[in-house]
Every structure is written in C-alpha cells, then in structure tokens.
C-alpha cells in the first residue's frame, strides 16, 4: 500500500515511539497511585502541592539549563532571524525548532502563561480527585479525553482517524461502565478500625506524656462498638436476603 509505505518513510521509528507511549502510560498509572497514596495517607493535597512546585521548579530549572537553553532563549528573543514571514512558509526544515517562531512574542508569552495555570489546575484537580476517588477511576477517565483531541482534528485539521482508535475508544468506555458498576473499594473500609491508634497511644511523642488507662479503655471500647455494630448491620442484611 503507497500510504503505509509513505508512513514508513516518513516515521521510521514508529515501534520505538509505540514502545515509548505504552511506558509513559504505565508511568502515569504509577504516578497516579502514589498521588493517591501520598494525598490519603501521608501528607495531603495542600502539602503535596506545594512540594511538587518546590522542587518541580528547580528540577525544570535544570533541565531547561541543560536541554532547551537555545529554544527559551530563541522565545524571548525579537528580530527578523526569529520571526516567520511569507517567505519562510514556503522553506522546509530538517528540524522543526530551527524553523522562525509562527506567532508574535506577546501571543507566545500569553500561550505560555495559560499552559502554567492548566496545568496547575490540572495538578491542584488531581490532588483533590484522589482524596474521595481512586486512581483506577482517574486512569480511565483520563483516557477518554482522547476524544477531544480526536474531534479537534476532525473538525480543524479534517483528519479521520483510523478504525483502531473507534476500537480502543469502546474498549475504555466499557472499562468505565465495569468499573462504576462494582461497588467501590472505598466502602470496604468505612468501618475499618485499626487498633493502631491505640498502641500510638501509649506514649504521646508532642507532649512525652503517657495517656491514662482510661483513655485507651474508651478507645477500646469505641473501637468493640463498631466492629459489633458492622457484624449486627451483616446479620440483619443476610437475614434480609434470606426473607
């Protein structure tokens, strides 16, 4: 076929790139899952956030230091060298980034600055998200937001895309529908006391002081009252099933 042999041609790396997206995606799902560990377990979405900006800056300092000083310097720079005319529509380049900026400096800098606060938003919405959902859920719903980028190209570029995207497109809105109608795994733990806070209790590291035999009766006693209370609500719905 002259269209999968002009596609061989012009992306020759095509394996090593599908190899490349299918190892970002599992990094993505296991970036997820430690949100989700570090926001309910650990630290919380405030701390989270301004922990993943702290040093996220700094490490985006030293990257761009090492491997886009020419293209940021190439951004806040005006000139002829830098921007595009007429002329230069009509030139190819063997590298897209040596190619005159498309748009003026004032439009990039505004482009720039929306990109940050979405992807802010994105971050903040993500911390948030996880604290009263799981990561499973955000995975999927994340992959259906392939959809826009679809009807953008449809409508905009007027490109269809290929019978493998409508496939995989079903496949994770069925994955969806499974997953919203299994119960939840948040639910299974409403009641699930642990008896670790009482053993954290005998001694308090703020103060140094021991906590008295009777707060940690209390504690016991409360914790014996929900785990009878969680058998007694088990009792009457098999007894309920059974009628």
């Given amino acids: 076929d002259v269209n999968d042999q002009t596609e061989v041609e012009e992306y020759p790396h095509r394996l090593v790139g599908d190899l490349f997206a299918i190892l970002?995606?599992?990094?993505?799902?296991?970036?997820?899952?430690?949100?989700?560990?570090?926001?309910?377990?650990?630290?919380?979405?405030?701390?989270?956030?301004?922990?993943?900006?702290?040093?996220?800056?700094?490490?985006?300092?030293?990257q761009v230091g090492i491997l886009e000083r020419h293209d940021v310097a190439k951004f806040f720079t005006t000139g002829a060298d830098v921007d595009m005319d007429v002329a230069d529509e009509y030139v190819e380049y063997a590298d897209p980034y040596d190619a005159p900026r498309t748009c003026p400096k004032s439009k990039g800098l505004l482009l720039l600055l929306t990109y940050v606060l979405t992807i802010y938003l994105f971050n903040v919405g993500i911390s948030r998200f996880l604290t009263v959902s799981e990561s499973a859920f955000l995975t999927l719903s994340l992959l259906t937001g392939d959809l826009w980028a679809v009807t953008f190209t449809v409508v905009a570029e007027k490109v269809a895309p290929s019978s493998l995207f409508y496939i995989a497109f079903i496949i994770i809105i069925i994955g969806v529908i499974i997953y919203e109608t299994a119960p939840s795994p948040l639910e299974d733990t409403r009641f699930n006391m642990e008896e670790k806070p009482i053993e954290q209790a005998e001694y308090n590291e703020n103060d140094g002081n021991k906590t008295s035999a009777d707060d940690r009766t209390l504690w016991k006693v409360g914790y014996d009252q929900a785990n009878n209370t969680l058998q007694e609500d088990e009792k009457n719905t098999s007894s309920i099933e059974l009628t």
Avoid at 34 to 61: A, C, Q, R
């Fill in 24 to 62: 970002g995606g599992l990094l993505v799902g296991f970036t997820d899952v430690l949100i989700e560990m570090l926001v309910k377990d650990f630290v919380g979405p405030n701390e989270y956030i301004g922990m993943v900006g702290f040093f996220g800056f700094f490490l985006s300092i030293v």
